[in-house]
């Protein structure tokens, strides 16, 4: 069974940074891609970067030059990636969220971490 977990998130003033994680573990192979979202309050959730397992390649949708995501481990029943986010505002505010794509096992969602960035 796949578990995904998120973690790093809490309060930071505006200008700030902060590095979340996400684990992928529970099954022994297959897992493709891991992929950060965010959901501010009152909107959609949204994508911002994704890292193709055993790829060097990453993907930055947005706030690019802001968000970087990296991968920091890997083994076939447990990958981690982090997403570094530098120069925090206000509007980035949200709950975030990882997703960690298998083939022939689906996505699977973490619970989320909130982000609250204000003075």
């Known amino acids: 069974q796949v578990q995904v977990e998120e973690s790093g998130g809490g309060w930071v003033q505006p200008g700030g940074s902060l590095t979340l994680s996400c684990t992928a573990s529970g099954i022994e192979a297959g897992i493709y891609a891991m992929i950060w979202y965010r959901q501010a309050p009152g909107k959609q959730r949204e994508e911002l970067a994704s890292r193709l397992i055993g790829d060097t390649a990453t993907y930055e949708k947005i706030a690019q030059g802001r968000f970087t995501i990296s991968s920091i481990s890997r083994d076939n029943f447990k990958n981690t990636v982090t997403l570094q986010m530098n120069n925090l505002q206000p509007e980035d505010t949200a709950v975030y969220y990882c997703?960690?794509?298998?083939?022939?096992?689906?996505?699977?969602w973490g619970q989320g971490t909130q982000v609250t960035v204000s003075p």
């Open positions: 997703n960690a794509a298998y083939v022939g096992h689906g996505r699977h």
